[in-house]
């Protein structure tokens, strides 16, 4: 699986985006997704993830009633939606693919970065 991350920006505290994260590959309905972030001179940390269904999906605490993550399996694309953003959301958010497996650890694939930038 070959993972595609866009939608990062500069935006404005309180502001919104949607990142977007497009598989290749055949199975991605048979892959747990998940969005983790890596803010300047932090370690990565998880922030949300959705199981291959779309039927359940976790958070970090520090983005809970945030964002939300999404998924459309027609279009082999999962989406962090974003608002409310904070300047301590700056980061660069990666997507990454598990099989078969809602976690916040130990993904198998994992795109390139896409840079949010948050502006106060």
């Known amino acids: 699986v070959q993972l595609q991350a866009s939608g990062g920006g500069l935006v404005l505290a309180g502001g919104s985006l949607r990142l977007s994260c497009a598989a290749s590959g055949r199975s991605f309905s048979s892959y747990g997704m998940g969005w983790f972030r890596q803010a300047p001179g932090k370690e990565p940390e998880f922030a949300a993830a959705?199981?291959?269904?779309?039927?359940?999906?976790l958070y970090a605490d520090s983005v809970k009633g945030r964002f939300t993550i999404s998924r459309d399996n027609a279009k082999n694309t999962v989406y962090l939606q974003m608002n409310s953003l904070k300047p301590e959301d700056t980061a660069v958010y990666y997507c990454?693919?598990?099989?078969?497996?809602?976690?916040?650890?130990?993904?198998?694939?994992w795109g390139q970065g896409t840079l949010v930038t948050v502006s106060s």
């Open positions: 959705i199981s291959w269904s779309g039927g359940s999906t």
């Open positions: 990454a693919a598990a099989w078969l497996r809602l976690a916040t650890s130990g993904y198998d694939y």
